[in-house]
């Protein structure tokens, strides 16, 4: 669980910038057209050209793309340009000189890119260039793509500085900005011509906790999560405060300094507009946005029309073949402006009859599904999951029987799980006992009791939402696959009833076996290493505000549609204070912890798995070992000796930011890791970048696959168990349910309208923008700059160009039964690359949906 504001601290003003090879640095100007000259420099200058200072404004239609051009080329004003050079110095201190001031006027304009010239002369004695000081004299902001330096005569030369970033207008903010070229440099080694201008602009990024942030600023700073609650629209709707607190401890988002709620001065008003730094936005010039044009038509547009077309917020679906309708048929949705436009940012999900111009929710039919349209039923697809599904982070293996909680059992009840070693030994038909099974390791569970626990009455204090807390139980069978073998629910005790639980066990009688499918519907820059992460966290604050302002908050898609509602963040401040930690998030380090893998120095990556099929683990620990591969050369390209990383005071106080500000509720927990040498460096950014990347693949991209069919992956249950408290109303609902137990648990299912929302959503967060970028694909140009780092990096893109082989190749094993088979969607989702769409496949650099 990496905080998105660490997500953007790690490419922070300390990682910021590059710095000339030259230790002087001296002016030169970028003149008006009939510009003057020092007679006293004529005799020892050369001709220079700034030939392409290009302002890119992409745009998703032509009429964006003019609107663009328009604001970038509104008034007469040329664009302000300052170049910093350096020169080799034989005498001196270095020290940085004077800039003279030059300009650069529109040269031409080619559909959305607009280039700007200026020449400018430099003493024949200048060095390399190190960097650029750019003005914006317009009234609005520019999207500065790249500036290309070339000299003039027999030996011209030409410089490139990649850019690709927002320049604000200098009457928003003065402060020019400066533009470093792509070699990079430990802060040891900066020129000493250009250490002012690193720590001006690191500071210039950095908040102080003060004030309202203003759109066009680049200011990363730190705050609670206070402002998933509107408290002003009444005490429905205010939340509690996630951080800073011992109750609800939680990483750190991004400050935006928005006024306090009049009811709750804890709480940040909301907005339309939440504030992240500038290039952290989804980049409107960047004309595949798709992501965020779907994203927000889903929450902003079709949502509300959901919710306008299913009057009844509880009406849910009366058969099977209702659910299937909305794959064949869908759901008319009312005439309402700006539908028709959503039509082409989500074709998939918002269709149009050809005969009329009713717009039509229309879903496709999961891969799931579409290959077997009973699998969800199957007790072997629901284990099966658990290895190669949607959560395959939760399997753990059993090393301690029987099961006891660690709450306090004079507010839960009793501590010992109902599940018996009887039990077991009756479900797997004697083959071994409960004593063998741990020890030939073949016993696994997905355990949510104690973490659900504290919650149930909270969630059963709400409409129409149920929930227990529960542990389930798993039998590794010779051929490698899991069964279900024990499904145990509990309710704590109340002040007026004793704690219930019970456990259901697979069932061939008909009542026994319906029981069973209930209780399963009940689961739950100039710094290299900023250069290194940079693409790791391409629009991870971005999402992170958008999900802050329609999907996480009060009232939003999560709580309408999943069994916690209102408590929903509240439980994952309960998860993260019980479960996370930084360097459990390492894949090996989580399969170890989890017992699903022990060390072994002669097996591959280091690791033996416990259960050898094991989809997610054998594709993830390649994706691991190669981001470790890239980035262990990447590290000791600029850090040879452990003393070279302690002495980087940048990297220092970057890592003391993640620790004490970012998770300042876990600052001082022992298992934090130290940067102190190469090896614990690389260790800490594999780290991110796995998470960033496979982690969040694994995760994210096969949410419509396996959850686009509802029933295989509800997310509420709306009916308690018939079985529980088998008296009064409870005895009423057990005999309606032997009446027609399908009906029972379609009722347990998510309403109509929860239904298609949640497939609305899940459709957009499991698609693939066609401007997606994925890991080891493309080299920032930094690293394409440094022969050692490009020939690393080559290195990585080979390495992931073969794992998609290796993938393609189990996929195909007919030996590996949890990713081949009669029906079985093929493990897909560490396949590296992508076409846009829901896939099911494709590990993006970053978290940007």
Not at 219 to 231: A, E, F, S, V
Not at 606 to 626: C, E, M, V
Request: with cysteine; charged share 25%.
């Amino acid at each position: 669980m990496l905080n998105p504001l660490l997500q953007a601290q790690n490419h922070s003003p300390s990682f910021f910038f590059t710095s000339p090879l030259n230790p002087i640095i001296y002016p030169i100007t970028i003149p008006k057209p009939r510009y003057t000259r020092s007679q006293s420099c004529l005799s020892r200058r050369r001709e220079a050209t700034l030939r392409a200072l290009q302002v890119r404004c992409e745009a998703a239609n032509e009429e964006a793309a003019r609107s663009a051009v328009q604001a970038a080329t509104a008034t007469k004003s040329p664009a302000k340009v300052k170049v910093v050079v350096t020169v080799q110095s034989t005498v001196g201190t270095g020290l940085e000189k004077e800039t003279i001031a030059g300009y650069a006027h529109k040269a031409s304009q080619h559909c959305d890119k607009v280039k700007y010239e200026g020449e400018f002369s430099v003493p024949s004695t200048f060095g390399e260039v190190g960097a650029v000081l750019v003005e914006n004299e317009h009234h609005k902001e520019m999207y500065l793509h790249d500036i290309v330096l070339t000299t003039a005569g027999d030996d011209a030369t030409s410089l490139t500085i990649d850019c690709r970033s927002w320049v604000h207008s200098k009457f928003d903010n003065p402060e020019k900005r400066v533009f470093f070229t792509s070699k990079s440099y430990l802060p040891s080694q900066t020129p000493p011509g250009l250490e002012r201008l690193r720590k001006k602009e690191l500071a210039n990024m950095r908040g102080d906790g003060t004030g309202e942030r203003k759109p066009f600023e680049r200011i990363y700073d730190y705050d609670t999560y206070n402002d998933l609650g509107d408290p002003d629209k009444g005490q429905d709707m205010a939340r509690p405060v996630l951080g800073d607190s011992k109750e609800f401890p939680y990483p750190r988002r991004c400050r935006t300094g928005r006024p306090r709620t009049k009811k709750d001065p804890l709480s940040e008003e909301r907005s339309s507009s939440v504030y992240v730094p500038r290039d952290e936005a989804f980049s409107e010039v960047k004309g595949l946005t798709f992501s965020a044009k779907a994203f927000k038509s889903v929450l902003h547009a079709v949502v509300p029309s959901i919710e306008t077309a299913i009057i009844d917020t509880k009406l849910g679906f009366p058969y099977f073949t209702a659910i299937d309708s909305l794959f064949n048929e869908g759901v008319k949705l009312p005439k309402q402006e700006g539908l028709s436009f959503f039509r082409t940012v989500i074709p998939r999900v918002i269709k149009a009859f050809e005969d009329s111009t009713d717009n039509v929710l229309l879903f496709e039919a999961p891969e799931m599904i579409d290959r077997d349209k009973f699998a969800w039923f199957r007790d072997e697809e629901f284990s099966r999951q658990t290895l190669a599904g949607l959560n395959p982070f939760s399997i753990q293996l059993v090393t301690e029987f029987p099961f006891v909680s660690k709450l306090d059992p004079e507010v839960y009840g009793p501590a010992k799980s109902a599940i018996t070693a009887e039990l077991i030994e009756r479900e797997i038909l004697g083959v071994m006992t409960v004593e063998e099974a741990l020890k030939k390791r073949r016993l696994f569970v997905l355990d949510y009791h104690d973490l659900l626990l504290p919650y149930v009455h909270k969630v059963r204090g709400l409409e129409d939402t149920t929930l227990y807390a529960s542990r389930t139980v798993f039998f590794l069978t010779s051929d490698e696959t899991l069964m279900p073998i024990a499904i145990e629910l509990t309710r704590p005790a109340s002040p007026t009833k004793p704690q219930w639980q019970q456990v259901f066990g697979r069932s061939w009688d008909a009542t026994g076996a319906w029981l069973w499918r209930l209780a399963k519907a009940h689961l739950s820059a100039m710094h290299p290493i900023y250069r290194l992460l940079h693409p790791h966290f391409r629009y991870t604050m971005e999402i992170n505000a958008m999900a802050r302002e329609s999907l996480i908050n009060a009232g939003g898609v999560i709580e309408s549609c999943f069994s916690p509602g209102k408590y929903s963040a509240e439980l994952s401040a309960a998860a993260y204070g019980k479960l996370w930690r930084f360097d459990m998030e390492a894949l090996p380090a989580d399969l170890i912890r989890r017992g699903m893998a022990v060390e072994d120095p002669t097996a591959e990556h280091g690791l033996r798995l416990t259960i050898n099929d094991y989809p997610f683990a054998n594709d993830g620990l390649l994706i691991w070992s190669s981001i470790k591969e890239w980035v262990r050369d990447y590290v000791n390209r600029y850090y040879p000796t452990a003393a070279d990383v302690t002495a980087d005071h940048e990297l220092q106080a970057w890592w003391e930011d993640v620790r004490t500000k970012g998770h300042a509720d876990k600052k001082d927990e022992p298992w934090w890791p130290t940067v102190a040498s190469p090896s614990e460096l690389t260790q800490v950014l594999t780290t991110i970048i796995w998470v960033t990347s496979g982690h969040h693949a694994a995760v994210n991209f096969g949410q419509y696959h396996f959850g686009g069919y509802f029933p295989n992956r509800p997310t509420v249950a709306r009916k308690n168990m018939p079985v529980e408290d088998m008296g009064g109303t409870s005895h009423e609902d057990f005999a309606r349910f032997l009446r027609k137990p399908e009906a029972a648990l379609l009722e347990c299912f998510p309403s109509q309208i929860q239904a298609t929302k949640v497939m609305s959503v899940l459709d957009v967060l499991s698609t693939h923008s066609p401007d997606e970028e994925y890991l080891g694909q493309e080299p920032e140009p930094a690293w394409a700059a440094d022969a050692v780092v490009n020939a690393a990096f080559e290195r990585f893109n080979g390495r992931m160009r073969e794992i998609e082989g290796i993938i393609d190749a189990r996929n195909a094993d007919p030996k590996l039964k949890n990713r081949c088979g009669a029906g079985i969607v093929p493990y897909e989702l560490l396949r590296p690359s992508s076409k846009p769409g829901v896939t099911g496949m494709g590990v993006p650099n970053s978290i940007s949906i």
